[in-house]
């Protein structure tokens, strides 16, 4: 029998006293103020997204699930000209109810999720085309993650390639967002090898933790003593990230970028990989309310395995019918679409997983869209029966992030300052 599979989510948003403006979340990728402006600061920024999906028709134990999506609680400023600032804390997942999760041990009524600094950094701005980043922040891997943040996303949830990318780490980074008025914009940075956040290419599986504290739990780690001397970590993994991007944009038509990112292991044992490399192509652009965007994504030692390659690619569209002046000025809607596919190794066979997403956004007032929105997805996948027995085995590694295996429903709202 054909299984099928509906979600139904319902999302609420939290709404901060303060002068209220589009929430900007994901600051970490942007230049805050002009190098000559005077000081200024601190502003306040947020934004808070609840989300819940219902899945139906598998074997399992999935169901309604409804929780916190993402929270995001920020400051940024300008210290002194030419110097910027930009602090943010994260809430994502901060708390599920039901869900395999829930129903595997009934003692607890929902899921936590994680917290912690999201974004930590301060930018020297002095000299425009030679710009410096140095504290926590994104490794310049992949469009859709350096150039959207979790407020001004097309679909709930970014593409499949975020497994393939290195997400955010601590380092630092000269970058430029556009030299001499070319429209040419480069970043690079040297960066632990070990990434801050979760589920991506760079993550565990041999290398290292960013503090030289041993990796409890994961297997051929050398497992390294930190010392603190007067509060301070002295002893760090030893290895190394490095990472750069360059793109061109002529707004508003294209916009075009190739990244990529290398790391090596902390003595990675047998079967784990020496070292890691990915890299990112990707191309976005539109014009009168129509807009586009593709990318292509490839990793070498996926999940950590030497020999073991994986890549991504994805083509999106989406029409803002209001833009379009197709909609009156209380109707500010737009319907988008997303083809994935996901290749991968599983078993020594190759595997793939199609992802087709269908999306409307709606923003309540067209002159402040990210800080009142509902979003509408129905994912629709294909050829993922290699990943439900990867499941099955409990090898759920091998799924990539917001990887859907079964068809899924999702509505989210929105609300930011």
């Given amino acids: 029998m054909k299984k099928n599979l509906i979600a139904l989510a319902v999302a609420a948003a939290v709404l901060v006293p303060g002068a209220a403006f589009a929430a ?89 999720g994680e917290s912690g600094v999201q974004d930590a950094e301060i930018n020297f701005g002095f000299i425009p085309e030679v710009q410096l980043k140095v504290g926590k922040f994104r490794v310049p891997v992949g469009m859709e993650r350096t150039q959207f943040g979790g407020d001004d996303l097309w679909f709930i949830q970014r593409s499949m390639n975020q497994s393939l990318g290195a997400d955010r780490s601590a380092g630092a980074m000269f970058h430029s967002p556009d030299v001499m ?16 956040d979760g589920n991506n290419a760079f993550t565990l599986f041999g290398n290292g933790n960013p503090t030289g504290i041993a990796n409890v739990g994961v297997p051929f780690v050398s497992k390294t003593a930190q010392t603190s001397v007067g509060g301070v970590l002295t002893q760090g993994s030893g290895r190394y990230l490095f990472a750069g991007m360059v793109g061109y944009k002529l707004n508003p038509l294209l916009n075009i970028e190739l990244s990529g990112a290398r790391a090596d292991a902390l003595n990675a044992g047998p079967g784990l990989a020496n070292s890691i490399t990915a890299w990112n192509v990707g191309a976005r652009g539109g014009m ?42 209380w109707l500010d809607i737009e319907p988008a ?18 992802n087709t997403t269908l999306g409307i956004n709606y923003s309540v007032n067209p002159d402040n869209p990210y800080a009142a929105r509902i979003q509408l997805n129905y994912v629709i996948p294909t050829q993922g029966a290699a990943f439900r027995t990867a499941y099955a085995e409990g090898n759920t590694g091998a799924v990539p992030t917001n990887g859907y295996i079964y068809n899924t429903m999702v509505l989210q709202f929105q609300a930011g300052f």
């Fill in 24 to 112: 900007d979340s994901d600051t970490s990728s942007k230049v805050f103020l002009p190098e000559n402006s005077q000081d200024t600061g601190p502003i306040l920024y947020g934004f808070a997204q609840i989300t819940g999906s219902q899945q139906f028709g598998t074997p399992g134990n999935e169901g309604l699930i409804f929780g916190a999506h993402r929270i995001r609680l920020g400051v940024k400023g300008t210290a002194v000209p030419g110097v910027t600032y930009n602090f943010q804390y994260k809430w994502d997942g901060a708390w599920m109810s039901g869900g395999s999760l829930d129903k595997a041990n009934s003692s607890f009524p929902g899921v936590s």
């Fill in 337 to 354: 679409v997303r083809f994935e596919r996901f290749n991968w190794n599983y078993n020594g066979q190759a595997q793939y997983l199609n």
């Fill in 181 to 196: 008025n070319t429209g040419i914009y480069y970043s690079l940075g040297i960066f632990d090898n070990h990434s801050l």
């Fill in 288 to 329: 009168m309310g129509l807009k586009y965007m593709g990318e292509y994504s490839h990793v070498t030692s996926y999940q950590g395995v030497g020999g073991l390659n994986a890549n991504d690619w994805y083509v999106a569209l989406a029409a803002n019918l209001h833009e379009m002046t197709l909609t009156p000025d």
